[in-house]
């Protein structure tokens, strides 16, 4: 089973676009619309490969399409529908070409993707706003509390305190540590991209290691007291937080938020009250690079460039692949023709034509190898 | 010299004034009007003692009234017409009726304010800001890192660290404490006032010790990220807190500055950038308990009260006190008869006419003294 979505990130700011977002136009070597590389151009791909060998005789598999209009919002109906057609949606396994090539001519399989465990953190104080004058001192400042809160949530070295944390975590193995050791997204490319003055994070692991297989722990916002202009001496009788984690296999985000309960108990000080409100969450995700599916694809790309796929795993997270395992029992091939220049969810999205052509090979390379 | 303002706060929510803010309407023993207590009040009331002398003789000291129309602003014109007019404000010393009494039948001497020094700490780290999956565990988040650092201003015992803080911080004499603890206000009455579950602060001093004796660091505002409904994993670039100090003699708020200053330098990790604005500030005052004037007052309204007087130290900051005593070079007794339930600042405001008629009393017996 292939997937894929036809739905589009908007174009606006039409302005910077130099052709119309919706008319594809080719300059160089290179199509350029909105679209053009998230993901209409992946679907084309797989689309091409299939009537390309139906041109020249069978297709040595069967092939079942699944494509939605809603992954950029979220694709809040396609987990219910996968659900509800489990029959239907049967097979060996899903190809997911919704993920892209690390480098121009390094083909790669995204064998893991991270999940999410998201919380917003709410420390009371007094039952109002004090002047800080007249009680402060006294009175523990909720801006201070949950400053106090955050900072103990790691340790001098960048690891997460929450009481168990890591227990579930799968270690990277050195086979893995070694293929991420290939990847061009080195510390320096990680300092050239943030223009940050010094990286941060465990330091027992590169920086590409931390962002994909280890699990993290971010503050997505922090709000107490007076924000605006100028000064104004309260005292607040509020802070939040917008805690989130990105969970690696084998974590799971109803026990990251006990996690997070737990030490909240032990560490929330008698002189403020606190509640944890638990918002969204998804299970990280992990495929099997050893399959006879991610092998197929391993060497029909080998094929294709000329050079050995490497293996990733992604920081971020793509619900719908869980979806396919959980729901399916099936693994999924992470795969894409995509580059990281390609100005996904920007003006001037493209795809690289030549790399294109060279992934629909791969796929006929790979159908076969299948079959 | 006798200071005094006829300016007054707004008299906003007017629905619940049960009458007229600006019709001044007695009801059983109080008078309630805007600005009745804070400080029309007061005001008359000096006005008062002098005319009741003058009636039945001669005034035994001779008396100035500077009276401003712009405290409830922040007196932005006082201390520049102060400093051009030091022959014509030439005087012994300031009798400051703006502060109260710390309970009714308890008459108070204020004899020391807190000063302050107002900073803006922002932390910068990504360019801009990231997503949290392809950047989250390689990157300091700025909300923690600023998390990070409020947390280490303060230890364990609710010490403010910045370097040197307490170098120049007066100790609270054995007698000043006696007196304090004299006081209604009760770890018991903070507990009640505020609502917290518990207090919080140096636990080798009483809450209200740690309100007017001792320094404070506050979180007054602290922002990062996303703060609105919802979750959004957003690595943010930027961090700012609202940090504010109030000073107790003989701190200096440029001192403080600068040891906030070597505070970042020593603690701020090399993983983000910082800096430091230095918004407002005023220096502490402390009056001599001792004086002949504040001796005077002491005697004169025990005389009408019955009860010897309250010193106490208050926890907020009046900075025309700085300006008497730095300008003038004289000493200021801060007193005045409005009591903890007058609704200063909010509806209804009133005065407690049979303690405003002791207060009367006072300053007749007073100036009779000073003769």
Redesign the interface.
Known sequence: MIYGHYDVQPAEPLDKWHSDPFAPEVRDDNLYARGASDMKGQVAAAIDAVESILKTGDLPVNVKFIIEGEEEIGSPHLGPFINEHKELLACDFALNPDTGMTAPDLPTITYAL?G?A?FELRVY???QD????????????P??A???L?????DANGRITLPGFYDSVRALSAEERAEIARLPKT?QW?LE??????????SEFS??E??GG???L???????????E???????AY????I?C?LVPDQDPEEVHQQLLQYMEAHA?????WEVIN??GGPPSISDRNSPWAQAYLQAAESAWGVRPAFKR????VPVVTDFQQTLGIDVVNMGFGLPNDNVHGPNEKLDLPNWYRGINALIHFFYNLG
């Open positions: 991270r999410l998201y104080g007094p039952k004090l002047h800080s004058g007249m009680y402060g001192g006294a009175i523990h400042n801006g201070q949950i400053a106090e955050i900072a103990g949530m790691h510390d990680y991209q943030t223009g940050v003055p010094a990286l941060w994070g465990e920086a590409e931390r962002v280890r699990p993290t971010e503050v997505n916002g922090l709000y107490s007291g007076f924000i605006g100028g000064s104004k001496t309260v005292l607040p802070a939040m937080a917008k989130s990105r000080p008698k002189s403020i009250r918002m969204v992604e920081g971020g997270s």
